[in-house]
């Protein structure tokens, strides 16, 4: 007879982290309250929409920091990718132009092996071969946020995609998070996986499509979410599924889990441990801009100069 796993304590303890999650953005709009004309408090949301949304982004950045390996970082920016040099001299990103991402709510880097162009606290601008993910964070999501964010991570992904073109490593883990839903049709995840679907569809016929490309989980944390399921064989997928679930009650560590677990594939991928040197640093053509060269020889050359030695024995004989 076959047991079954368990991992009960694990999913109660997710739960828990993610009621954590809301009581504390409830909080937030209980103290900075959002109030109507009369100076009435509104039922939901705080009174400063921008500070209400970067609040959310921090939330969720502690939640996912907790969980990770101390070697990634958590941060927001941008990501940099400078058509340069890698690895061993190669020129793959030739014909490239510099280019860049627009702002991040989240990204994900191992920055203990790969070097970062600017830092300061969790604000970063970084380079794509240390991306493992990208998270878009919304407090409230409607249909509209789904398909502006998804082509954005889209833009994201095939940023690295190019940048990593020849590696062969895995592209970065995409998602869309938020704490709350606007959308009103009865079933909002149904309606979620259309708004998926139309968009890739568009970009399959394009042939601007991966399976890395696609949105690995969209998503209201307390409430339900859409999820990429793994190909399961090995190459290029040939199709791409998503399913959809019922995150309340019991159900509720399921977004949480599904992020992580996410995030986590990508970085322990296979293909992520070869690890090659970036494209970091960029030098222009020096050619008459040298002012001065000289030579060092590393081994002291101590061969006798021609004629030198028969000279001596003349000379002793001489003597």
């Known amino acids: 007879m076959k047991h079954k796993m368990d991992g009960k304590t694990v999913r109660e303890y997710f739960q828990t982290e993610v009621r954590s999650l809301e009581e504390k953005y409830v909080q937030f709009e209980k103290l900075i309250p959002k109030t109507n004309g009369n100076g009435e408090k509104k039922k939901r949301g705080s009174d400063h929409n921008l500070k209400d949304g970067e609040y959310v982004e921090s939330l969720l950045r502690g939640a996912i920091r907790k969980f990770l390996p101390k070697r990634l970082e958590v941060l927001t920016g941008f990501i940099a990718c400078p058509a340069v040099k890698t690895g061993n001299n190669a020129q793959t990103r030739r014909g490239q132009k510099d280019k860049h991402t627009g702002q991040l709510d989240i990204i994900v880097y191992d920055s203990q092996n790969y070097p970062l162009l600017y830092q300061s606290g969790e604000e ?22 789904v398909k502006e964010e998804i082509e954005t991570l889209h833009k994201v992904s095939k940023c690295c995609r190019e940048a990593n073109d020849g590696t062969g490593i895995r592209g970065p883990f995409l998602a869309l998070v938020s704490m709350g839903s606007s959308i009103s049709t009865k079933i909002p995840e149904k309606s979620c996986c259309k708004k998926i679907e139309q968009f890739y569809t568009e970009k399959r016929k394009e042939g601007d499509l991966t399976f890395d490309d696609a949105i690995g989980y969209v998503g209201v944390l307390p409430q339900w979410g859409v999820f990429k399921k793994s190909p399961g064989k090995k190459g290029e997928p040939s199709s791409i599924r998503y399913v959809s679930f019922d995150q309340r009650g019991k159900n509720k560590h399921l977004g949480l889990q599904f992020l992580l677990t996410g995030i986590l594939s990508v970085f322990y991928d296979k293909t992520r441990n070869d690890i090659g040197r970036p494209g970091y640093t960029a030098f222009p053509r020096l ?33």
């Open 287 to 319: 050619g008459k801009k040298v002012i001065h060269s000289d030579k060092i020889e590393l081994v002291e050359n101590r061969k006798p100069k021609k004629g030198t030695g028969s000279k001596r024995r003349r000379s002793r004989k001489t003597e």
């Open 124 to 145: 970063a601008i970084v380079i794509p071969e240390g991306v493992i993910a990208v998270i878009s964070v919304k407090k409230t999501l409607s249909l509209k946020d």
